[in-house]
Every structure is written in structure tokens, then in C-alpha cells.
């Protein structure tokens, strides 16, 4: 539907990492290393917070990313309010299997 019919806006972040992964890495474009840098420690140095880490007695922060999976967005449901995306019925790789924030799991 057109942007300014949609309710809630514009659903991104459920598919950033599969689109830029999709778009930029796999093309050759960015190298993953480049693109795990920018969605993790870059923002965290833009807002004053600590580089993200594992290490003993640190609160856990981390992603678990399947690489290899491809998927069509759209065919499972957004977690989102939003349904719209620019992405519908694309074929994406990577897929966000499991997120860990301050050492509980967040999503699964």
C-alpha cells in the first residue's frame, strides 16, 4: 500500500540485517565484518554506550545469525504493528535466529 495509507508506518528493523546482508555482502559490496561493525559497536560508540563483548562477568549482548538461510519476507507475520515493508515478496538471505540483551534472550 502507499506509504502514507499505512497504518504504523514502515516495518525496517525485523529485516535490516537480511536486506543490507542481502544487498551489500553478498554482492561483494561490504565486506560482514564491515556491516556486523556498523549495527553493534557503531552505534554503540555514537551513543556513549560500551563496545559490545563476551567476556566473563560482562552482561551478554549478542546475536546468533544463520547466514545461509533465505527466506521471503512476508510470509511469516511481523512482530511489528506495521505490515508494510519495501521488501514484500523478496527472497532474502540471513535470518536473526536469536538475540540476547544484558544476558537474557529477547527474541527466539
Keep these: 500500500m502507499p506509504f502514507e495509507a499505512a497504518p504504523f508506518g514502515v516495518t525496517g528493523l525485523e529485516t535490516a540485517f537480511a536486506a543490507l546482508y542481502t544487498h551489500l555482502v553478498k554482492p561483494g559490496l561490504l565486506p560482514l565484518e564491515t556491516l556486523l561493525e556498523r549495527m553493534s559497536a557503531g552505534p554503540a560508540r555514537i551513543f556513549g ?60
Design 49 to 108: 554506550l560500551d563496545r559490545p563483548r563476551v567476556a566473563a562477568g560482562a552482561r551478554t549482548n549478542l546475536v546468533l545469525l544463520d547466514l545461509e538461510n533465505e527466506w521471503t519476507v512476508g510470509e511469516r507475520p511481523f512482530r511489528s504493528r506495521s505490515g508494510n515493508s519495501w521488501l514484500l515478496g523478496s527472497t532474502v538471505s540471513g535470518a536473526v535466529r536469536m538475540t540476547v540483551a544484558g544476558g537474557a534472550v529477547v527474541h527466539e
